[in-house]
């Protein structure tokens, strides 16, 4: 677990970081570690806040990122047996490194999920809470050119997500659609459009693939 | 509580929904299709928002700014780190705004 602690440390410290230059009070940054639990939805939230967002694309982006964590769910389920309580508390720490820790070393070990799920919990808190308290020195990011500090970071979040020819399209799609929507809708409304279209013609089945849609 | 107090509290139970929703349904199977459209959001997502926040004030400005995360797009391609390639694309921009040319 070590490894993956380290690696949650600094994408903690920034999303804190960025969460207060684009006007999150400690509380509220703190506060969507603590209750959302999910990195890249927690970004998408305060690019879309600073954007000016208003309540229901924040939501509904939200579900938008985390759907996928309903076929984690689904893969957990049908390898290990939560009940009660312990599926209660698995639902909230089921995040993208704990499904990935899960199925590579805890398969059948619900203690396993839990233990992981929690001690990145932990991690990632306390490094929401530094990165807060290091950005309450930051001035006005906007005045002195801070705020590329939103599109830096997604970028960096890209990247790692760009394995192939089709993540890539789909990027390039993603990117130009809200770029160009952009100038008709408001922020949130051609986010929610451009990845909606782009994600859903690069899921289509490649030309000459035998694959069912 | 602020409104976006309760913006908050609504993400995070529908983040929980979905997430509670799948440990119930233990043997569903999702489709080709499913699978790669919801394996496809966080890219779709990520690109949108950089299109989106990236553009700067003018043309300089924005071709710095496309330069500054060219320089994050290599250190990261390179380290597999987001915060080494952060930092470097915003040194960058930052050095430029410094110098006076953005």
């Not at chain 1, 769910?73 to 820790?101: P, Y």
């Not at chain 2, 983040?15 to 799948?22: F, I």
């Amino acid at each position: 677990m070590t490894p993956l602690w380290i690696g949650v440390v600094p994408f903690g410290a920034v999303y804190a970081v960025t969460a207060r230059a684009a006007g999150l009070g400690l509380v509220e940054t703190q506060l969507m570690s603590l209750l959302l639990f999910a990195g890249g939805a927690q970004f998408a939230a305060v690019g879309l806040i600073a954007a000016g967002a208003g309540p229901w694309t924040l939501v509904s982006t939200t579900l938008l990122i985390n759907l996928r964590h309903l076929l984690y769910g689904v893969v957990v389920a049908a390898t290990t047996e939560l009940r009660g309580v312990r599926r209660a508390v698995a639902a909230h720490l089921l995040t993208d490194e704990a499904f990935g820790v899960h199925v590579a070393h805890g398969r059948g070990r619900p203690a396993f999920l839990i233990g992981a799920g929690l001690s990145l919990f932990v991690v990632w808190n306390a490094a929401t809470l530094a990165g807060a308290l290091l950005a309450r020195s930051l001035p006005d990011p906007y005045a002195i050119g801070l705020d590329i500090v939103f599109p830096l970071a997604f970028l960096a979040l890209l990247v790692p997500l760009v394995r192939d020819r089709r993540s890539l399209a789909v990027a390039l799609t993603s990117g130009l659609a809200a770029w160009g929507l952009g100038v008709v809708l408001e922020p949130g409304a051609a986010l929610l459009a451009a990845t909606a279209l782009a994600a859903g013609i690069g899921a289509a089945p490649l030309a000459g693939s035998r694959e069912a849609p | 509580m602020t409104p976006l107090t309760w913006t908050i509290l609504a993400m995070a139970g529908v983040t929980y929904g979905v997430r509670l929703w799948g440990l119930l349904l233990p043997g569903t199977r999702l489709g080709g299709y499913g699978r790669r459209f919801l394996d496809l959001v966080p890219v779709a997502v990520f690109a949108a928002l950089v299109a989106g926040g990236l553009p700067g004030t003018g043309a300089v400005d924005g071709a710095w700014r496309i330069a500054a995360a060219t320089v994050t797009v290599t250190v990261v391609a390179r380290t597999r780190g987001l915060a080494p390639g952060l930092l470097a694309g915003l040194a960058f921009y930052l050095a430029v705004r410094a110098l006076g040319w953005a």
